[in-house]
């Protein structure tokens, strides 16, 4: 069975600093990309960041220079770090491994 678990989201004052984890269990991490999605309310789901199983990284323009999405194949388990946050980064955070699986999602809310 397929398990994601993601933590790390809070409340940050803008310009404040999070870290987003997702573990993942019963699927063979190392081989598939994984990405990092975002959702506000009245939005659609977007890309925020996505790291191939080789390594290359690709970024949503809004976070360029502000994100940074790694990975730890050892632990099965990607990151999310988000540096400068600004209010308009506020929404639920999901991780994705593959085409198919979600992370149950952890709300990020950047205020003052």
């Known amino acids: 069975q397929v398990q994601l678990v993601e933590s790390g989201g809070g409340l940050v004052q803008p310009g404040g600093s999070l870290r987003l984890s997702c573990e993942a269990s019963?699927?063979?991490?190392?081989?598939?990309?994984v990405g990092w999605y975002r959702q506000a309310p009245g939005n659609q789901r977007e890309l925020v960041a996505r790291?191939?199983?080789?390594?290359?990284?690709n970024y949503a323009d809004s976070v360029k220079g502000r994100f940074t999405i790694s990975r730890d194949n050892a632990v099965n388990t990607v990151y999310l770090q988000m540096n400068s946050l600004k209010p308009e980064d506020t929404a639920v955070y999901y991780c994705?491994?593959?085409?198919?699986?979600w992370g149950q999602g952890t709300q990020v809310t950047v205020s003052s």
């Open positions: 994705r491994v593959g085409n198919d699986y």
């Open positions: 019963g699927i063979f991490f190392r081989l598939l990309a």
């Open positions: 790291i191939q199983n080789y390594g290359t990284t």
